[in-house]
């Protein structure tokens, strides 16, 4: 008999539960409730004092699971509840044909934007045809429930007869007592067994014994041309912790144990696990993760061995492979006569608004000709006072440059279509109006 701790709202724990009773005779679920941001510590400090009381966790679900997973690392295998195209799709059909409510206007909380869109566009709904607002919240606040029923709210109040669309069930709740019509997002039950039979197979791999160990050897690629560490340390650091977050994420669903240095990360796991979560290796997210929420790209190697020094050995030898052809990719090394490669899969989204999506550094300065170590600069200073309007002076001052300097290098991003004059005003009591400019990167 195994047991695992069932993390989330009551209501989803007693469906997970109702499921484990009827399909799984193996399985016992410990429920574990939490409700609010303000639960989030007390659940850490418990699931890491009563871990192997636990064989494995399943969250219900993702936002969840990334709460926790951001606060600490579980030597126990976890998987989560995700909210798929199937559950909004369902959500549609029962608000339209069910409740008779209109469902081009909505406001929703645990999809993306683009899943949203895809979603409406096989409903035959064109944009321009259906009004989405899409939460962007930041899950990691502790006022997220609270943040989460003012977006929904607001929304409705602005929208008379807009839907509230969420995944979580406290936020649910919370609107239908303060009489806005909301939906709530839940997971059938041939998917909860496809969740648990995942967990299960996850368990068994932690149980063998006997498993074949394999190291994987990363590097964050840095091209000395473009290489930031001289002109900007902090950027560098906050470059570094995403890289070091986004690897940890994947340690995590790799139940590996991680050695990291400055620019390198080892983590050592087994065969089965590996293969398991990278679909018999032919799937490598890593790669893709830190391409898209980073600046930078990694060289990856996969060493497979008879003991841990001999993997350990080929996974450098596979990495150095990988950063010889470029980076973004990985080499992984059976022995020193087979060597399979190993690339991201980047998908090509046509269409795409590319004001929501982080430009590649290099690209632009290849474009505009300014200097890669600005444009991350000018990144930063966005990132850091959450907005995309500056005037040239306030620029200026941050840059700690002269108004002329950085006039030229605003000139060159214009030109090259990342900067946009929206407006101007004049600084203190006299002199020349300062240009409001709009950052497009």
């Known amino acids: 008999m195994k047991t695992i701790g069932v993390v989330g709202h009551i209501d989803n724990i007693k469906r997970i539960q109702r499921v484990i009773e009827n399909s799984f005779s193996n399985l016992r679920g410990e429920p574990i409730e939490i409700h609010d941001m303000r639960q989030v510590q007390t659940t850490v400090n418990y699931l890491k004092e009563h871990i192997n009381d636990f064989d494995g966790i399943i969250f ?86 609270e943040d989460l029923v003012a977006f929904h709210k607001g929304y409705h ?42 967990l299960l197979r996850k368990i068994k791999f932690k149980d063998m014994s006997v498993s074949q160990i394999v190291v994987m050897s990363m590097e964050i690629d840095l091209d000395n041309e473009y290489d930031l560490t001289s002109e900007n340390e902090y950027s560098v650091m906050l470059e570094k912790t ?87 990719q990985c080499f992984v090394v059976y022995d020193r006569k087979r060597l399979e490669r190993i690339t991201a899969l980047d998908k090509v989204v046509e269409n795409e608004p590319v004001g929501s999506l982080e430009l590649p550094f290099k690209e632009i300065s290849e474009k505009s000709g300014v200097s890669i170590n600005n444009i991350y600069k000018l990144k930063s200073i966005m990132d850091l006072y959450k907005t995309d309007t500056f005037t040239s002076l306030e620029l200026a001052q941050e840059f700690g440059n002269s108004l002329r300097s950085m006039n030229r290098m605003i000139e060159r991003l214009e030109q090259a279509g990342y900067i946009e004059v929206v407006g101007s005003k004049i600084i203190g009591k006299a002199g020349r109006p300062s240009r409001i400019l709009r950052v497009g990167i």
């Open 60 to 145: 219900t679900g993702k936002i969840l699971y990334d709460i926790m997973n951001h606060r600490m690392h579980s030597q126990n295998p976890w998987v989560h509840l995700d909210n798929d195209e199937s559950q909004l799709q369902r959500i549609f059909l029962e608000a339209t044909l069910k409740d008779d409510l209109d469902i081009r206007r909505i406001s929703i909380d645990s999809y993306t934007e683009e899943m949203v869109r895809a979603i409406y566009s096989g409903f035959g709904f064109e944009p321009g045809q259906y009004q989405a607002a899409v939460s962007d919240i930041d899950i990691f606040h502790d006022s997220l429930i």
């Open 157 to 198: 109040l602005s929208h008379p007869g807009a839907i509230a669309i969420t995944g979580i069930s406290t936020v649910h709740k919370l609107l239908l007592a303060d009489g806005i019509p909301s939906m709530l997002l839940i997971s059938n039950e041939n998917y909860i067994k496809n969740k648990l039979y995942d």
């Open 242 to 328: 995403r890289i070091t977050e986004e690897v940890y994420k994947f340690a995590q669903r790799i139940q590996a144990a991680v050695v990291e240095t400055e620019k390198n990360y080892m983590l050592f796991t087994t065969k089965q696990i590996l293969e398991f979560e990278t679909n018999n290796l032919r799937e490598l997210p890593i790669l893709r993760s830190i391409n898209q929420k980073t600046a930078h790209t990694l060289s990856v190697g996969i060493g497979f061995g008879i003991t841990a020094r001999e993997a350990k050995s080929n996974a450098v030898i596979g990495k150095n492979k990988a950063f010889k052809m470029g980076g973004n």
